[in-house]
């Protein structure tokens, strides 16, 4: 059974950065992508969920929404299973609960999904 487990989130000021964690186990799919999105009351309404970005294990393709660009950076430690969201510069926007997934695109359906961690960006 695939289990995803993040970390580090947290209250930072506007400006200011975090890094969250994401490792996976319990997979055995040979090539897969991994990623975040992000909602601010669950699950619940769909349509609210946003896309933020994902890493292919089969190399260094990346994806970021318009939103992000620029300020958030995707890494992946394939030997340790896990990737990781540089968060820079922090707007009061961003706040949400992060979700990591992993499926075979960086879509929701059919996704395996974390628990998610809380982001609050406010002064």
């Known amino acids: 059974q695939v289990q995803l487990v993040e970390s580090g989130g947290g209250l930072v000021h506007p400006g200011g950065s975090l890094r969250l964690s994401c490792v996976a186990s319990?997979?055995?799919?040979?090539?897969?992508?991994m990623g975040w999105f992000r909602h601010n009351l669950g699950f619940e309404r769909e349509s609210a969920r946003e896309?933020?970005?994902?890493?292919?294990?089969?190399?260094?393709?990346?994806l970021y929404s318009d939103s992000v660009k620029g300020r958030y950076t995707i890494t992946r430690d394939k030997a340790k299973n896990t990737i990781y969201l540089q968060m820079n510069n922090l707007r009061p926007e961003d706040t949400s609960i992060y979700y990591c997934?992993?499926?075979?695109?960086?879509?929701?359906?059919?996704?395996?999904w974390g628990q998610g961690t809380q982001v609050t960006v406010s002064s």
């Open positions: 319990g997979f055995t799919y040979d090539y897969y992508v």
């Open positions: 896309r933020v970005s994902c890493i292919h294990s089969a190399g260094s393709s990346t």
């Open positions: 997934l992993m499926n075979v695109d960086c879509q929701p359906d059919g996704a395996h």
